[in-house]
């Protein structure tokens, strides 16, 4: 196991009191295992990636476990994470276009970040991995603002898997680029994990098409918890979950015409995560919510490799 | 780069012109009469030789002739380095009586304007990373750089002057010396400094450290600070690219304060009748001394351009993106 998360809590800390973003959330990721992280804005996704490198100066880490290779993560320590952050963990952000420092040619960014955390200059291998992404070794002399974002999105990628990480958190790494980009970016990060730079992944997306093209097995947050978890193609062909059956069918397929089959939302929204409601947090919006829904279902494995949290599921 | 300079060049030479003819337009718009305050001055009884006098003052200047001819004259001995002869000092040229003022303005202004950036902008980014600091001292920067530069400089020569007696109030040094290269005239001179550099100093100082400590913070939230820090970039890196980008609108903001740091000085001089160029542009003012009050606007106006120029040079040198933005990037 590459990673096991155990019971993971992490809130936000408002005016009117703690936000429960994540609460009580366990997985993991096997190694080798590229997993797709889906769910619509505010169900926990982006909270999860970030929660396995770097909280941010409002999230307090709760209780829970993060384990990667045998050794527990120290995720509410900022300073004792830093040991671990670029060397075992690592991350490409959602706003890569933006995240090099515009006063600073790359190749003398790298250098720096790199001296910072004790790694030699890798000029070899930096240049390898830039040809590995189609990019020449010239940007290394180049100020970010003298490349295009997708450009940048690639020196990013390099960059944050440069020590070879043995877990890399992608972050919406997609959603700000056209639809030829994505492809790109998505064959990119599967040749990453094929060629061992990085051993396991986390996708984090809310877009289920893009992320069932790179995943291995996909997992579907819920307000704050995790409701599904299946090898790609189960999930996408096979929900269990009525919240993902739901959301997957809310997608438009190609070759329908909308004009003769209304697309279908999910009516309602999710609870708010200042005062979640007891037990099953789907089940004002869901259609098979019954009595025993006022219980929290447990987050049980109904096939091999597929876990569910409904009671329904089985 | 050679177009963006040469554009640069054109609007400063158009800048130039124009302030300089208003410069040439002020003093004539005062009322009064030059020539009339010289006669009386000189104190002449004879009618007749008063009106000599009139009639050989008023062509030496050039005032019988017409206005436009005065200003085509105005221009050809300014190109010739020609700035007149002073009214109020008759007869010294008025390019002596400038460069005796020079020294003492710029050893106030250069120190001052210098010394109050390089250090506000420590202070600032310092004060932004300590709560108790950002809460504490800022509000006196607030303070600070709301106030007028007079009315500080009056508030220390009233307490340190007159109230502590520790600094002299008035002149460049003990009016019971000659100037001379001696470590007593040196002591005096520094003594005599002290206040005035410090009224132009402390106002300045506040408002860079406030803007220093708004453009790190901001600088600290930017995606490449939250990059390096999931990284694990230790925090020195961080801090360092933090203050080397939120630095490059302090130099914008000294190329804008540059004007305003020359009128502070100006006035505090008059404070502390400290002998650099406020002083004389009040003694030109009050003597009607056209030639002066011209010579040393154009000085300031020709000292305000070159440091806006450096400061033009120095951004271009510290951000590559507006090297980018020139076209000159290969």
Known sequence: MSLTVTGLRVHYRTLRGDVKALDGVTFSVADGEIMGLAGESGSGKSTLGKSLIRLDGRMRHVGGTVELDGVTLPIGDDAAMNAHRFREVSLVPQYAMSALNPTRRIGRMVSELLASRGAGPETAELERRLEL???????????????SGGMRQRVVMVISTLLDPSLL????????????????????????????????????????????????????????????????????TAPRHPYTRMLISSLPEAGVRHEDRRLAGIPGAPPSLL?????????????????RCAEQPPFAEVAPGHHVACWKAE | ??????????????????????????????????????????NVSQPAAVEAMRLHYTSMFGFDQPLWRQYLNFWGALLRGDLGISIWLFPTPVTDVIVRAVPYTLGLLVPAILLSWVAGNRFGAFA?????????????????????YMWLAILLAWALGIVAGIFPVAGAYSF?????????????LLQHWFLPFASLFLVAFG??????????????EADYVTYLRSLGAPGRLVRRYAFRNAILPQITGLALQLGVLVAGALVTEIVFSYPGLGHLILQAVQNQDFFLLQGTFLFIVLGVLVANFVVD?????????TRAGMGGAA
């Open chain 1, 133 to 147: 992404v189609g990019l020449s070794r010239d940007v290394l002399d180049r100020y970010p603002g003298e490349l």
């Open chain 1, 169 to 236: 958190i992608a972050d919406e790494v997609t959603s700000a680029l056209d639809v030829s980009t994505q492809r790109a970016v998505a064959r990119t990060l599967r040749e990453f994990r094929d060629r061992g730079l990085v051993k396991s992944m986390i996708v984090v997306t809310h877009d289920i098409a893009l992320v069932h093209q790179i995943a291995d097995t996909i997992t579907v947050m819920y307000a704050g918890r995790l409701a599904e978890k299946a090898p790609a193609e189960a999930l996408v």
């Open chain 1, 275 to 291: 005062d979640p409601p007891a037990g099953c947090r789907f089940r004002d919006r869901c259609p098979l919510a019954f009595a």
């Open chain 2, 1 to 42: 780069m050679r177009r963006y300079f040469g554009r640069k060049l054109l609007v400063y030479g158009l800048t130039f012109f124009v302030a300089v003819t208003v410069n040439w337009l002020i003093p004539r718009f005062m009322p009064g009469d030059p020539v009339q305050s010289m006669l009386s001055r000189a």
């Open chain 2, 128 to 148: 932004a990373r300590r709560r108790w600091l950002d809460n504490s001292v800022l509000p006196l920067g607030y303070v600070l750089t709301a106030t007028p």
């Open chain 2, 176 to 188: 019971a010396m000659r100037p001379e290269l001696s470590w007593a005239f040196a002591g005096s």
């Open chain 2, 207 to 220: 408002g860079w450290a406030i803007g220093m400590r708004n453009m790190i913070i901001y600088e600290l």
């Open chain 2, 313 to 321: 040079v120095a951004y271009v040198l510290v951000d590559p993106r």
